[in-house]
């Protein structure tokens, strides 16, 4: 009987680990797939289109999308130009989390915009780092219209899933 009590509570352990590192589960109904080339996918809400095939010379990949409250820029790429920390410390509600996502190490930060821009008054980002050499792999900005699209540009960057 305790035998079986330990093999039920391993099964049930098992499928919440399975689910809790499932990108699928997490993706909110009705969003879109974007194929990042072979780097990485990530979903984006049905309203965001994309405007720009862009990408900065030191990106392997990049992209942007839009809709009417979030500006989204997406890149693969290693180059890892960091904010200064006493320019993010006097940023109006900063805030900085680390944590996993697809298993690696990411840092998400974001913060209310001194000036907006466009008609922009927060930002928010994701940078994911290589488990094994630490550098960074990927990197999605938002630029949000209100306080609550952080949680919409946090959504989209928990979705990311490298190959």
């Known amino acids: 009987m305790k035998y079986l009590l330990i093999l039920i509570i391993a099964g049930l352990l098992s499928l919440a680990c399975t689910k ?3 990108p699928e589960s997490i993706v909110p109904e009705g969003w879109n797939r974007i194929e990042a080339d072979n780097f990485f996918t990530f979903y984006l809400p049905k309203s965001m289109q994309l405007i720009s095939e862009e990408r900065c010379e030191e990106c392997a990949w990049g992209s942007a999308y ?5 500006r989204l820029y997406a890149e693969y790429s290693s180059w ?18 680390m944590a996993a996502i697809d298993g690696k190490r990411a840092k998400i930060q974001a913060w ?6 466009v008609g922009y008054y927060f930002t928010a ?6 488990s094994e050499t630490g550098k960074m792999r990927a990197r999605i900005s938002a630029l949000c219209k209100e306080r609550n699209d952080l949680e919409t540009a946090k959504e989209i960057f928990k979705t990311i899933k490298f190959r």
């Open 20 to 22: 809790a590192h499932n």
């Open 66 to 70: 839009s809709d009417s409250e979030v």
């Open 80 to 97: 890892n130009e960091e904010y200064a920390a006493q320019y993010l410390a006097k940023q109006a509600e900063y805030m900085k989390e």
């Open 112 to 117: 209310q915009l001194e000036q907006p821009v």
């Open 125 to 130: 980002e994701v940078r994911i780092y290589d």
